[in-house]
């Protein structure tokens, strides 16, 4: 009987135990969960900050049972360290669990930035139930919130918290919000779109240091300024957790470096999901993708290579959606500008809508759209296959919202 051992309760290492019990029913299969409570999703915890959901809402799998009855072991402890040879981790609880195959799904962690009173009371990450818990019982109609961080994460945090108090500031250290993923002109319809909303927007902007006020804190700025808070949520990035891997003889870079079967340098060992560092569909080069949607696709695909069902991982698209206050932007593959290619824009700052499309020779390799959704499954399935764009190249770099007519057009053939 194959014992299978999955360090890593998310969504990527929920989905890899659920792949692995349907190929092989009779192999044992154990969960390692590094958190206290049933196994939940990381993305659903701002839906907790704006009470959408109670806590059992964030749960991936529901019913206490559901585990015991698919005969998944789930384990609770941190693993402290992974030996090689003789096929075993170490937990924080002195336990030590032995495998024939193991998947390291252990996603991110958060970066914190070096300011001096990050650790006072009324300073959170919203990265687990407890930081999301304590955030709720302190956020109120008049509370005044800062959020460090206009990216992705910091985003969506922002969204849930405007939900609850019109007193927020986002403070962005770099010129652009969510740079990660939006362009420039992106960027700026964002900024504009939540200053209409009542959002204190400042770029280029960073906290050097917070202290106690009496019951509140005061956040010293770069430019000289300084804001007072009732509630500061630290939102500056994260890595991937791979801390426990060190001397294990695993090769890391910026996370787990995989192949396109999702082994490791160790042929028993596999890694998935946010910690992993694997192809990209468009590059070809390594890169982690710490979105949660490729975090499912590499449990299921990592899971049916550890099982014996070989597939070939084509890579994962570096795909992004947000949507803040119904404002809705995405980004896809290549939305960069490359050496070679071409590039065509249509930009309506009135209506918030934008549309970019980027092409290489005769294909869509990229795009970003803010302020529609219509062709949004169009759009990638352009991007991720190799279809040419024949006489749909011209008309689209003319008028890139002419996406849905390419796609009927060329559908036909």
């Known amino acids: 009987m194959m014992k299978y051992v999955i360090v890593g309760a998310g969504p990527c290492g929920v989905t890899a135990a659920e792949t692995l019990r349907a190929i092989d029913p009779t192999g044992r299969i154990i969960l390692i969960d590094g958190e206290g409570s049933f196994p939940y999703g990381r993305m659903s915890l701002p839906y907790l900050l704006n009470k959408k959901i109670e806590k059992s809402g964030l749960y991936l799998r529901k019913g206490n049972s559901y585990f015991l009855n698919q005969k998944i072991e789930v384990v609770k402890g941190i693993v402290e360290a992974l030996l090689v040879s003789s096929n075993t981790i170490r937990l924080n609880t002195g336990e030590c669990v032995c495998f024939d195959k193991l998947l390291i799904a252990t996603g991110s962690k958060p970066v914190n930035p070096m300011i001096e009173g990050l650790q006072l009371p009324g300073v959170y990450n919203c990265w687990n139930i407890d930081d999301a818990q304590k955030i709720a019982n302190r956020l109120e109609k008049n509370s005044k919130v800062v959020v460090l961080g206009g990216g992705f994460i ?155 069902r070989i597939v070939d991982y084509r890579g994962s698209l570096n795909m992004r959606v947000l949507d803040i206050l119904g404002l809705v932007l995405c980004s896809f593959g290549h939305w960069k500008e490359i050496d070679g290619g071409e590039s065509s824009f249509k930009l309506d700052k009135t209506k918030f809508r934008y549309t970019l499309l980027n092409f290489f020779e005769n294909r869509l390799i990229g795009a970003l759209t803010v302020g529609w959704t219509g062709s949004l499954g169009i759009i990638r399935g352009f991007i991720q296959t190799p279809m040419k764009l024949g006489k749909w190249k011209q008309k689209l770099i003319k008028d890139p919202n002419l996406i849905f007519k390419a796609y009927i057009d060329k559908s036909r053939f």
């Not at 945090?157 to 740079?179: K, W």
């Not at 909303?197 to 006020?213: D, R």
């Not at 470096?257 to 042929?267: E, K, S, V, Y």
């Not at 560092?277 to 949607?293: C, E, K, N, P, Y």
Request: hydrophobic share 45%.
């Open 154 to 308: 910091g985003c969506i945090i922002m969204e849930a918290v405007n939900f609850v108090t019109a007193n927020l500031t986002v403070l962005e250290a770099s010129e652009y919000m969510a740079g990660s993923m939006l362009d420039p002109v992106a960027s700026k319809l964002l900024e504009d779109w939540c200053l209409k909303k009542g959002i204190n927007v400042l770029t280029s902007s960073q906290a050097i240091s917070m202290e106690s006020n009496g019951g509140g804190l005061t956040i010293f700025l770069n430019d000289g300024g300084k804001l007072n808070a009732d509630l500061v949520i630290v939102a500056t990035g994260v890595v991937p957790s791979i801390n426990f891997l060190r001397g294990s003889g695993i090769k890391v870079d910026i996370g787990v470096l995989i192949d396109h079967n999702f082994q490791t340098n160790i042929n028993t060992i596999f890694a998935a999901g946010d910690v992993a560092q694997g192809r990209d569909f468009s590059t070809q080069l390594m890169a982690v993708h710490a979105i949660q949607t490729t975090a499912v696709e590499h449990g299921r695909i990592a899971a049916l290579n550890m099982g014996g």
